[in-house]
């Protein structure tokens, strides 16, 4: 449950320094929490992990990986719509969004054009305002929630290994496919269908945010990682049709002005719920902090 604990950190940040205020008084005090979540039964999967892959210096594919959920979890059926994103920017506690996203405030469409820091700003409003633990989830639990709903497309390591030009054109076109058959306006909730947990449009055209952070492995022959984790945290995984990589879009000295721009207009959010009580104290301490009873 670590990784709960430290989600949930994060995103107490995130609110906090991105200039949040939650002494609004739309969160003075707890409201009863009406989200629509669908359950995860317990259960095991294979998948093909997150991150770039290099093998003598050239890109791979990893071999499947299998994860285990011990216990079963619960998620957002659908995307947070637009009016529930715009009550937490009411309250202070969320930013606005660009100009494009702004007037946008309908109960029956998804809240797009988010960034990670808006999302984990969201989650820890949510959180405080109903007393629930509310996270980002891993990229693992929202491929196990998408269950048959999600189609992981892979380029397969039939080229030459020594000629990675071969695979960069496949991944282009790869990319560019996808592209073409991607309409990016807001679709009114269950209008891509619902997956057999109970998950709303997760093979539709809005994104998920994860909190799962972009990652690249060098494998040696037999494919084991023959290097250290190198971890990049400043861009995550997100989850739709497919994966993708996004940065956080927030300046960094560190990573350079290129990590300034406007999240897609395709890319939303849904939360987990932690029911582990491990959050539960960084919750509360949030409450206590901002002087909320």
Known sequence: MRMSIRISVLAVAAALLGGCNFGASGVSSQKQDSTELALIKAGEFSHYPAGDYLRNGNPVSPT??????????????????????????????????DKA????ISPDLPA????????????????????????????AEWVFAAGSAYKEEVIVDAADPNDPAQRWIAEYEL?????????AKPKPFGTYGMNEAGLKDVAGNVWDWTDTCHARRHLDVTGDVAMPLAENCGIRVVAGRHRSYISDFI????GGACSVGVPPSNLGLRLVLDTSGKGAGVVQSLRSKLGIS
């Open 112 to 139: 797009v054009g988010i960034s990670w820091r808006d999302a984990t700003a969201y989650a820890a409003w949510l959180s405080a305002r109903t007393g629930q633990n509310y996270r980002l989830p891993t990229y």
């Open 175 to 183: 990319e560019t496919r996808r592209k073409a058959s991607v309409d």
């Open 251 to 254: 300046r960094d000295p560190k």
């Open 101 to 104: 996203q702004r007037d946008a």
């Open 64 to 97: 499947p990986h299998m994860v285990r959920f011990e216990h079963d979890f619960q998620i957002m059926a659908r995307h947070v719509s637009q009016a529930e994103y715009a009550a937490c920017v009411s309250d202070g506690a969320c930013k606005r969004l």
